[in-house]
């Protein structure tokens, strides 16, 4: 029997975070070799554990989640979802507006099925989590990235965002805070942002699932609060914010004009369908967790473990000449620039390779998160802020003398 060819809408899909350099961190793993996994955002990894709320909830609650549920999700779940929302300044939502899925992956999926054609145009931010990009290239979608600036906070260039609309344009995804570069967008960009997707009859994806990871006192803001009448869809979830990534908590909730809305509802109501129902034990512990305010906090404030890594990166970054940052406000990412141009770095994904061989550091390049440069590499600050700070001070020690084009592998 021949080999299948697989689908050609595959060509373009790339997952950096566990690709190529996480199955060779696996066999390096494998031989023997102790691997610090900086390549994805799950805090269980580095010892961090669920609050006692969420851990209470699933204990005294578990004989609830022995049946399907809800295709939208268990009634409780949604009301506690929906006033937690409804708090953040977002109208015309309720209960019957939101859908809980396995995560925001899986919800995202559903939406972008749900509503681009094939041909059509999504706007999204550059750099971003690539999930956005391979699910328009699933839908035969084309991604267009619009640029946030660096010298700007890495803010959206909104100059560069109206110049990539065209006619064929349907979306506009928003980040923020943002993944990978931890950056928190003032409400005059994100207002500006929702006037533009009002101008142009586009449809908003807002992708809030760190909104509650804030440093430095910063607030955030929904874009769907800033424009009642744009269709906008927010998504956000427990596994950063509640330290449940295994459980695949997620949400979308959709916003606007309801009349505007009504065909989207019952386009996802079949996708939804198809799947049943979302984890039935992940929901339990959703109203638990939107009470508790305090567990998040304490990690994002000084003496707590998110704020003190945090500190201890950007301390260990300054101690390294030929790397510059911009500070983050949220999350617990940072998309550090490296001089490329003295270590002769053309290649971001093959200078990634070098610094696993050589350190033991399993990091995603820039080329990762649709960033088209090979400059900039993804931190993220999850081990202890001795063992973040040591091992950024490696990072730089592997740079004294390096040259990609000449390097021994």
């Not at 975070?17 to 961190?25: M, S, T």
């Not at 804030?214 to 869809?233: F, G, K, M, N």
Request: net charge negative.
């Amino acid at each position: 029997m021949k080999e299948f060819k697989i689908a050609d809408r595959m060509d373009l899909v790339h997952s950096d975070i566990r690709g190529p350099l996480f199955i060779e961190a696996n066999r390096m793993a494998a031989e023997g070799a102790s691997i610090l996994r900086l390549n994805t955002g799950n805090p269980a990894t580095f010892g961090f554990g669920m609050p006692d709320s969420v851990k209470n909830a699933l204990i005294e609650n578990l004989d609830k989640a022995i049946g399907y549920c809800d295709v939208k999700g268990m009634p409780e779940a949604r009301r506690a979802i929906y006033e937690y929302h409804a708090g953040k300044g977002i109208k015309n939502i309720s209960p019957e507006s939101i859908y809980i899925g396995n995560g925001v992956s899986e919800v995202a999926y559903l939406a972008v099925t749900s509503l681009i054609n094939a041909g059509d145009e999504v706007l999204i931010p550059m750099p971003s989590y690539s999930l956005w990009t391979n699910l328009c290239h699933l839908a035969d979608a084309k991604p267009v990235h619009y640029l946030c600036d660096e010298q700007s906070n890495w803010y959206p260039d909104l100059a560069d965002l109206r110049k990539k609309i065209t006619p064929k344009t349907k979306a506009l995804l928003i980040i923020n805070p943002n993944n990978p570069t931890g950056a928190l967008y003032p409400n005059e960009i994100l207002q500006e942002m929702m006037q533009i997707a009002h101008e142009n009859n586009l449809i908003v994806f807002s992708d809030e699932i760190y909104d509650r990871l804030l440093l430095d006192d910063a607030e955030h803001t929904s874009s769907a609060a800033l424009a009642p009448d744009v269709t906008c869809i927010t998504f956000n979830g427990l596994s950063k914010s509640h330290i449940v990534c295994g459980f695949r908590a997620g949400w979308m909730i959709i916003s606007g004009k309801p009349e505007h809305s009504e065909q989207l509802i019952n386009s996802i109501q079949k996708l939804a369908a198809m799947r049943l129902c979302g984890n039935a034990t992940a929901q339990l512990v959703i109203p638990a967790a939107m009470n508790d305010f305090e567990s998040t906090r304490a990690m994002m404030v000084p003496g707590g473990r998110l704020y003190d890594q945090r500190e201890a990166t950007v301390k260990a970054l300054d101690q390294i000449p030929d790397i510059s940052y911009v500070k983050n406000k949220a999350a617990f990412y940072l998309f550090p620039k490296i001089n490329s141009k003295k270590f002769n770095i053309t290649d971001d994904r093959l200078f990634a390779l070098d610094v696993l061989h050589a350190t033991n550091i399993l990091m995603i390049p820039g080329s990762g998160f649709d960033w088209t440069e090979p400059d900039h590499f993804r931190l993220v600050m999850l081990p202890e802020a001795d063992e973040i700070y040591n091992s950024i001070l490696k990072i730089g020690k592997f740079l004294d003398g390096y040259n990609q084009a000449t390097h021994k592998r």
